[in-house]
Structures are given as structure tokens and as C-alpha cells.
């Protein structure tokens, strides 16, 4: 520890991580307390037989020279076919992607391709969208469902022509700036979701293509928080419970509150820290250890790829189950130059890819579907999006009944307003959308901004547009603005306000009052400007995730049974959600059949018109069981009896307690008997079975194998 008063905070920190009380005799320690950083000349009272050993420890670290490089990419390299550099490889993808993608009209986006490219290639990140392609590539053409993008690399028509994304830039009007900025040189951040449960495949690929030694997982640090810390700190030092739990419960529940805030906020958690002794040292504890990490884990998503081996460049260390991650966090990495990827697995693509299979749809169909179906839009403002990504939320739900959303503008505008924050401006944006003729524009340059969301500023690329297109700032600055009024930068704002009003001819910008709009106008405008920019939000991220909403929408209202089939399969170890989606499909007017060993998989299955209840969701059912079941009834036909199913599933891993909870469930109702027979029954089948199994082993003889059958 650093200082010497840290002694006894780091003996805390010590029990807290061996799980021991400080108050245990038998436990690791740093006894004496002189475990601190020692100054210079306290060394020399120390030590006063050894100043040589002092000098050279100078000596030592005046030697030492470790330079770490920032900023400066270190990106693996694509492999492209012979012929090709990297650059001319993503020129030729982009241009057949782009008409295949607009087909006729693909001549009128290849100025905006090419301006993206090349800022791409000015940047050096060449390499990193080949990469992305490739993987992505991979996953579609390995049948693992991928989403239509997300964040902002969404604005970006390269990333559209590569199928890196699906959704169209132009269509929507999002900003390829918002995303990869020339005047602010950051890594870009695609972010990709996958179906869940095939994620791993993707990422071993990755391992596959670019070598296991370069491509590691990220790690996380859980850090102790506010109301974590008081609990552990509690517990080490032996107090009360009850005592501890009512301390930490006296700090508000806020995303980022410390210790510090709490006690000057909060005067009920002020009024313990100062009247009560015990309470005193217990916060004062906490705050020293506040912050501190707890423990490692893997970051959820995160994967880096290196141009060499990873431990050239970062510090590694195992994870509790083995996997290799890094030392550095993710931050960190980035500072370094380092590729990182988000790898992200969404439950909901898991849904729509087991729908889409059971209603018979291929993989790609869900973006060729029709997104302006007003059948599909009355279902949402009726209220019935249960189910549906982003918007069955109880608030979120009220909020489309009020909305009647009609076309995608509206669901990408509903997803980014339901936030804390914007939420204040919802009732405007309604008024706007039922009564237009009430929408008002400062000026005539606002209209094409602000038509599509009712007069009101809701995305960052709003933000963008109006400094653009009213003070002709260039893109790349007005992204600059936006980050600006997001982080509430005064100084930054005074200067920029006087730059949108008046102008600057020296940085090239012409100004609001030069462009024909009076000052008052400009001022009022810049005001309202900074007022939504706190809460705007990216759009290109609200696209993404609307055209998924719309997409399980779109397979509740045209497929509702394959819908809810994959929509319960994908919560079968939640039974709380799986009971209120039975309720859903009773008001569907769809019934839920009990589990059946002749009739149902280990998800919820498709019977006609009807869902059948998955056999996975009977309790301590093994998944080995159920698929050695399905293999069972394929090859050799439905099961007659419960003996005849004992029969031909005994060696595939059934026992006793599998057989009775598929009888208690009803999954044998169907073979002629009651529950209460085979309950009385099934035993007894067993032993016999297993008793005749024993004597005529295959390949050996019994005693009677050797007498004529009329003597046996």
C-alpha cells in the first residue's frame, strides 16, 4: 500500500478477499504496518549500514526504459486474394455491393461511396473493414443469424454495401460523420450482434483465421461501488447485518453515487456518519476501498485481434475456466492502438432466426419483407407488443397506444424519446404527429431537418445537420459541436454559439446571419440546440434496433404461432415469463398443449395450429435425454406404451427420475393410462427391463440358452 495510514484499510481489503473476519486468528496478514512506499530519507535511517545498496537501487531505475506508444494503430492485416492490395480488394467489394444494393439507382449514391472511402482509407482503416466483412461473411453464410447493425456505424453506405449493416443510410438519413469523423481521428466502433447461442462459433473462427495467439478475450474489473463496499466492509469487521444492510441502504440508488455524494445529499445518511461512532469508522473504510477493484471477469462482448501475438503487446492472464484474457481493460486497449471488436449475442436474433425457420422463411427474407405494412403498425399502436424487441415494456407499450406509430420514422423516434430525459418532449412530438398543421420551424432551413419528428430535435444527427446547413459548418466540425453539447463543455459552447451566430471567417465558417436568419432567431435556436443535444440520440443506433423491433413484429402479426413458439423456447428456464407468454397466446387465441413424448422437441414446437410445450421445460429433464428421444421416435416410429418407451430409450441416458417428471408433466398422457397407473407401474417396468437386459447381455450365454425351449 502507499501510505503508512493505509495499513488498516488494507487489511480490510485483505479479508475481504480471502473471505476471512479481521477478528480471525488464523488468517494471512501484514503484520507491523511498515508495509507502505518509504520516502528516500527514511530508507536512509533504515538502513544506515547499506547507502550503497540505496544508490544502486537509483542506479537500477535510471536504467529502466519502457516507452508505451500511444495512438498509433496497430491493426492485423487482412489477407486478400492474389492480384489485390487491401485497398483496391474493398473498393471492388464496395462497388458490387452498392449495385446490388441500389441495382438502377446505385449511380446517384457512388459520390457518397467514394467520399467514404476515402476518409477510410486516409485513416488506415482499410484492413479493419475487410476484417469485420469477412467475419460477418462467415456467419451469414454458416446459417448464424446476424443483426442489422448497430451504434453508428449504421450512417456509413461501405458499411451498407458490405452487408456489414442493413440498414439504408440514405433511406434514413443517418451521418457516415456521426460515425468515422476525418477532423477527430478515434478508432471506428462496429459493434455486431449475433444470435446468441452461436456467438462462440463466430469468435472461433476469428481464433481460426488470425491465430489462437492472436485473438484474445477482454477483461473487466468489478470495482467495489458505494453500497457493495458498506456490505463488505460490514461483514469483515464482524457487525450486524441488520445493522450494515440498513447503512447501505441510507445511500441513494443513483448510477454513479459515491460515498461523498451520498453524504451530501442525503441527510439521513449524513446524520449516522456523525452521531454514531461505529457507522463513522464503517464509512470511513468503505471510502478508502470505494473504487477499488473486487474481482476479474471476462468482458461480455469484447475480443482483440492482433497483428502479432497478443502478449508483445499487452500483459495476459487465465480466467477462472482457463480462457485467456488481457490485463489491460478495454480502455486501456483502445489508448494502445489495439483492435478491439464487440462480438455482442442478442437473444432476440436467436427468436427470429428459430421463427423464421419454423414458419418455413429463409435466412434473408426478414430484410426483404415490406417495411411500411400498416397491419403490422395498427398491432403496435393497438398495444399488442408483448414480445416485440424494445417495445413490450409495460411504459413502453402505453407509449406506442399513444403514438399509433405508422411508418419506421416513428418506432426509430419512439425507441430514442423513451428515455429519461427526452421523455419530457414525448407529449410535443405526439401533438406534432396528430396535429402537423400546429408544427412551427424557426426558419425555413429547418423544415427538411425537422419534418420527420414533429419540429422536435431528437437525434445527435439533428444537431449535426442544423449547425451544417444553417452556419455551414463543414460534417466532421459539426460532430465536434455535438460532443461538444453532450458533455456540457461551457467554455466550448460560448465560443462555438458566438461562431454559429456571427460566423468565423478564419475557420471557415460562414455563420447563421450570413445565410439570411436574423440573430434573436439563430440565438433561440442555438438554445433549444443545447437543451436537446444533452439527451439526443444517435439515430443510426435507434434505426438498428427499430428495424429489429419491426421484424418481430412483423412474424407476431403474419407467423403468431411460430412467433410465440421461438419467443417461449428462448425463456424456458425463466418459467415466470414462460407463464405470462401462455396468457399472451390464450388472448391470441392460440392453445398451449401440454408436453407430449410423440409430439414434442426440447423447445416449444409447432402442432398445427396449437404450440406444443417444450420437454425441455419439464424440470431435471437432461438435454441428452430429449435429443436421444426425437432420434429414438424418427428412426423407429411413435411410442406404443410406457413400457414400450422404456424399452427402446433405456441406454440412452434415461433414468427414474426422468421418467416420473415426464409423467407428472403429461408427457405420456397420450399412451392410454392414467398418471396414477403409471405411476404405480413404472418402477417395476424398469427393473424387469433391466433385469432382462442383464441376463441376455449381448454375446453371452445363459444356462437355459444351452436346453431345448420346451425344457426351459
Same mark, same amino acid.
Given at each position: 500500500y502507499t501510505f503508512k495510514e493505509d495499513a488498516e484499510a488494507h487489511d480490510i481489503l485483505?479479508?475481504?478477499?480471502?473471505?476471512?473476519?479481521?477478528?480471525?486468528?488464523?488468517?494471512?496478514?501484514?503484520?507491523?504496518?511498515?508495509?507502505?512506499?518509504?520516502?528516500?530519507?527514511?530508507?536512509?535511517?533504515?538502513?544506515?549500514?547499506?547507502?550503497?545498496?540505496?544508490?544502486?537501487?537509483?542506479?537500477?531505475?535510471?536504467?529502466?526504459?519502457v516507452e508505451i506508444e500511444f495512438g498509433n494503430y496497430k491493426l492485423p492485416q487482412f489477407d486478400v486474394p492474389d492480384g489485390y492490395t487491401a485497398?483496391?480488394?474493398?473498393?471492388?467489394?464496395?462497388?458490387?455491393?452498392?449495385?446490388?444494393?441500389?441495382?438502377?439507382?446505385?449511380?446517384?449514391?457512388?459520390?457518397?461511396?467514394?467520399?467514404?472511402?476515402?476518409?477510410?482509407?486516409k485513416m488506415g482503416f482499410v484492413d479493419y473493414f475487410l476484417i469485420v466483412w469477412d467475419f460477418i461473411r462467415y456467419a451469414r453464410e454458416n446459417g448464424i443469424s446476424v443483426g442489422p447493425g448497430r451504434g453508428s456505424a449504421a450512417g456509413s453506405i461501405v458499411s451498407y454495401s458490405l452487408g456489414i449493416t442493413n440498414i439504408d443510410p440514405i433511406r434514413y438519413n443517418l451521418l457516415f460523420e456521426r460515425f468515422l469523423n476525418p477532423e477527430r481521428v478515434t478508432m471506428p466502433d462496429i459493434d455486431i450482434d449475433f444470435c446468441y447461442e452461436n456467438r462462440p462459433r463466430v469468435i472461433d473462427y476469428v481464433m481460426e483465421k488470425y491465430g489462437k495467439d492472436h485473438v484474445v478475450q477482454?477483461?473487466?474489473?468489478?470495482?467495489?461501488?458505494?453500497?457493495?463496499?458498506?456490505?463488505?466492509?460490514?461483514?469483515?469487521?464482524?457487525?450486524?447485518?441488520?445493522?450494515?444492510?440498513?447503512?447501505?441502504?441510507?445511500?441513494?440508488?443513483?448510477?454513479?453515487?459515491?460515498?461523498?455524494k451520498a453524504l451530501q445529499h442525503n441527510p439521513e445518511f449524513k446524520n449516522i456518519y456523525q452521531t454514531d461512532e461505529q457507522a463513522r469508522n464503517l464509512i470511513d473504510m468503505s471510502k478508502r476501498l470505494e473504487g477499488l477493484p473486487r474481482h476479474t471477469s471476462m468482458h461480455a462482448a469484447g475480443v482483440l485481434i492482433s497483428p502479432k501475438p497478443v502478449d508483445e503487446y499487452v500483459p495476459l492472464s487465465k480466467a477462472a475456466d482457463g480462457t485467456i484474457t488481457t490485463q489491460y481493460t478495454m480502455t486501456t486497449l483502445e489508448e494502445l492502438g489495439l483492435l478491439k471488436m464487440d462480438f455482442l449475442g442478442l437473444r432476440t436474433l436467436t427468436v427470429i432466426q428459430n421463427a423464421a425457420k419454423m414458419a418455413g422463411l429463409k435466412d434473408d427474407t426478414l430484410m426483404d419483407i415490406d417495411?411500411?405494412?400498416?397491419?403490422?403498425?395498427?398491432?403496435?399502436?393497438?398495444?399488442?407488443t408483448e414480445g416485440v424487441f424494445q417495445l413490450e415494456s409495460a411504459g413502453m407499450t402505453q407509449f406506442m397506444t399513444e403514438l399509433k406509430p405508422e411508418n419506421m420514422e416513428d418506432i426509430i423516434a419512439g425507441i430514442s424519446l423513451y428515455r429519461p430525459g427526452p421523455m419530457d418532449y414525448i407529449p410535443q412530438y405526439i401533438e406534432g404527429k396528430n396535429n402537423r398543421d400546429s408544427v412551427t420551424y424557426d426558419c425555413p432551413q429547418l423544415e427538411p431537418i425537422l419534418a420527420p419528428t414533429y419540429g422536435c430535435i431528437v437525434y445527435?444527427?439533428?444537431?449535426?445537420?442544423?449547425?451544417?446547413?444553417?452556419?455551414?459548418?463543414?460534417?466532421?466540425?459539426?460532430?465536434?459541436?455535438?460532443?461538444?453539447?453532450?458533455?456540457?463543455?461551457? $467554455?466550448?459552447? &460560448?465560443?462555438?454559439?458566438?461562431?454559429?451566430?456571427?460566423?468565423?471567417?478564419?475557420?471557415?465558417?460562414?455563420?447563421?446571419?450570413?445565410?439570411g436568419i436574423s440573430e434573436q432567431t439563430a440565438n433561440k435556436i442555438f438554445d433549444e440546440m443545447t437543451d436537446f443535444a444533452k439527451y439526443a440520440f444517435n439515430k443510426s443506433h435507434a434505426a438498428a434496433y427499430a428495424v429489429v423491433s419491426y421484424q418481430t413484429a412483423y412474424l407476431k402479426y403474419y407467423y403468431?404461432?411460430?412467433?410465440?413458439?421461438?419467443?417461449?423456447?428462448?425463456?424456458?428456464?425463466?418459467?415466470?415469463?414462460?407463464?405470462?407468454?401462455?396468457?399472451?397466446?390464450?388472448?391470441?387465441?392460440?392453445?398451449?398443449?401440454?408436453?407430449?413424448?410423440?409430439?414434442?422437441? &426440447?423447445?416449444?414446437?409447432?402442432?398445427?395450429?396449437?404450440?406444443?410445450?417444450?420437454?425441455?421445460a419439464i424440470k431435471s429433464i437432461g438435454r441428452s435425454v430429449i435429443d436421444g428421444l426425437v432420434q429414438e421416435r424418427e428412426e423407429n416410429g411413435k411410442f406404443k406404451s410406457l413400457k414400450d418407451f422404456i424399452e427402446r430409450m433405456t441406454g440412452r441416458e434415461l433414468n427414474r427420475?426422468?421418467?416420473?417428471?415426464?409423467?407428472?408433466?403429461? &408427457?405420456? $398422457?397420450?399412451?392410454?393410462?392414467?398418471?396414477?397407473?403409471?405411476?404405480?407401474?413404472?418402477?417395476?417396468?424398469?427393473?424387469?427391463?433391466?433385469?432382462?437386459?442383464?441376463?441376455?447381455?449381448?454375446?453371452?450365454?445363459?444356462?437355459?440358452?444351452?436346453?431345448?425351449?420346451?425344457?426351459?
Open positions: 485483505l479479508c475481504i478477499q480471502t473471505k476471512k473476519l479481521v477478528t480471525d486468528e488464523d488468517r494471512m496478514r501484514y503484520d507491523g504496518g511498515q508495509y507502505y512506499l518509504k520516502s528516500e530519507e527514511e530508507m536512509r535511517k533504515l538502513f544506515p549500514y547499506a547507502q550503497q545498496a540505496i544508490d544502486n537501487t537509483q542506479k537500477v531505475a535510471d536504467r529502466c526504459h485497398w483496391e480488394y474493398l473498393q471492388k467489394l464496395c462497388k458490387e455491393g452498392l449495385q446490388k444494393r441500389y441495382g438502377t439507382q446505385a449511380k446517384q449514391h457512388e459520390e457518397r461511396l467514394e467520399e467514404e472511402l476515402a476518409v477510410i482509407h477482454i477483461v473487466t474489473f468489478g470495482t467495489m461501488a458505494a453500497r457493495g463496499v458498506i456490505r463488505d466492509v460490514g461483514r469483515v469487521l464482524d457487525l450486524p447485518y441488520n445493522y450494515v444492510d440498513s447503512i447501505a441502504k441510507a445511500v441513494p440508488m443513483e448510477l454513479g453515487i459515491t460515498i461523498e417495411f411500411d405494412d400498416q397491419n403490422v403498425y395498427e398491432m403496435i399502436g393497438a398495444g399488442k445527435q444527427e439533428q444537431v449535426m445537420q442544423i449547425v451544417r446547413d444553417l452556419a455551414g459548418y463543414t460534417l466532421g466540425r459539426s460532430d465536434l459541436v455535438r460532443r461538444a453539447m453532450s458533455k456540457k463543455k461551457a $467554455d466550448v459552447m &460560448a465560443r462555438e454559439r458566438q461562431n454559429f451566430v456571427y460566423g468565423n471567417e478564419e475557420e471557415g465558417v460562414p455563420g447563421c446571419i450570413s445565410n403468431p404461432v411460430e412467433f410465440m413458439a421461438a419467443l417461449m423456447t428462448s425463456v424456458i428456464d425463466n418459467s415466470t415469463k414462460v407463464a405470462e407468454y401462455i396468457q399472451v397466446c390464450r388472448h391470441m387465441g392460440i392453445a398451449v398443449l401440454p408436453p407430449n413424448v410423440n409430439d414434442g422437441y &426440447a423447445g416449444f414446437s409447432v402442432s398445427g395450429k396449437d404450440i406444443r410445450y417444450g420437454l425441455s427420475r426422468a421418467v416420473e417428471n415426464f409423467i407428472k408433466g403429461g &408427457a405420456f $398422457d397420450g399412451l392410454g393410462g392414467t398418471r396414477k397407473q403409471f405411476m404405480q407401474v413404472y418402477g417395476s417396468i424398469i427393473d424387469q427391463i433391466v433385469n432382462d437386459r442383464k441376463t441376455t447381455m449381448a454375446g453371452q450365454m445363459s444356462l437355459f440358452d444351452m436346453v431345448a425351449p420346451e425344457e426351459k
